[in-house]
Nanobody, 124 residues
Framework: QVQLAESGGGSVQPGGSLRLSCAAS????????MGWYRQAPGNQRELVAT???????NYRDPVKGRFTISRDNAKNMVFLQMNSLKPEDTAVYYC??????????????????WGQGTQVTVSP
């Protein structure tokens, strides 16, 4: 299974920027997608952005145009550039990897791995 480690969280004022990084280690092959989720206090964990191996990108509507996800496959890393941050972006951000695990050619399932989370706080 893959291990994920996030970095880059912190506190910024509204309108500021942060760049989150996530490094994958361990068994890093067959990772079909990597992405970012977030969870604010009292809320469920929600998708922020994902990037698949075929280059498909999906953003949560409130972050479109402000956040950019990117991936460095050679270094097994995924990044989230967050611009024009708003107080409602405050949350713990988690790195996620969807990894295909196969027992045979026709017997596969998706294993989800999560990082420990990094706090992002946006306040005046």
């Amino acid at each position: 299974q893959v291990q994920l480690a996030e970095s880059g969280g912190g506190s910024v004022q509204p309108g500021g920027s942060l760049r989150l990084s996530c490094a994958a280690s361990g068994i890093v092959f067959n990772i079909d997608a990597m992405g970012w989720y977030r969870q604010a206090p009292g809320n469920q964990r929600e998708l922020v952005a994902t990037l698949t191996n075929d280059g498909s990108i999906n953003y949560r509507d409130p972050v479109k145009g402000r956040f950019t996800i990117s991936r460095d496959n050679a270094k097994n890393m995924v990044f989230l550039q967050m611009n024009s941050l708003k107080p409602e972006d405050t949350a713990v951000y988690y790195c996620h990897a969807a990894q295909r695990v196969c027992f045979s050619v026709t017997n596969c399932y998706t294993s989800d791995s999560w990082g420990q989370g990094t706090q992002v706080t946006v306040s005046p």
